[in-house]
C-alpha cells in the first residue's frame, strides 16, 4: 500500500488520547500503540512463537519483499511495521483496542481515496 500522505489516527483508549502514525509507505508506528499500555512489551510480543511465526510468513507473502517491521532512528522514529502485523501487535495489547485502531485505520485510508 502507498498513501498519498502519511496519516494520523487520532484515538482514545481507557482515558488516553493519542496519535498513531501511518507512513505514505503504509507502515504504522508500534511505539505510538503501545504508548496507550505501559505494562505491556514490545520485546515481550516479538520473543513469542507464535508473533514469531506470523512474521516470517508475512515476510514472505506481503509488501512485495519489503519488510514486515522496520526500526527507524532519529525524529519520527521508532518501530513500524505492516498493517496486517500492527494489528497482530494490537491484539496483543487488547482485542478491544485492535477494533478501534482498525475501525480508525479502515475510515482513514479509504477518506484518502
Known amino acids: 500500500m502507498e ?18 502514525r501511518v507512513d505514505v509507505d503504509g507502515y504504522v508506528c508500534l511505539n ?17 512463537k507464535t508473533t514469531q511465526e506470523f512474521i516470517e510468513i508475512s515476510s514472505k507473502d506481503i509488501m512485495g519483499g519489503n519488510p514486515p517491521i522496520i526500526a527507524k532512528r532519529g525524529k519520527g522514529g521508532g518501530t513500524w511495521a505492516i498493517p496486517i502485523v500492527a494489528f497482530e501487535f ?5 482485542p478491544e483496542f485492535k477494533y ?12 484518502k481515496q
Open 32 to 48: 505510538e500503540m503501545l504508548a496507550f499500555f505501559p505494562n505491556k512489551s514490545l520485546k515481550e510480543w516479538q520473543k513469542n
Open 90 to 94: 494490537a491484539t496483543y495489547l487488547s
Open 100 to 111: 478501534r485502531v482498525f475501525n480508525e485505520y479502515i475510515n482513514g485510508t479509504q477518506k
Open 3 to 20: 498513501l498519498k500522505r502519511a496519516l494520523e489516527l487520532r484515538t482514545e483508549y481507557n482515558g488516553a488520547e493519542g496519535v498513531i
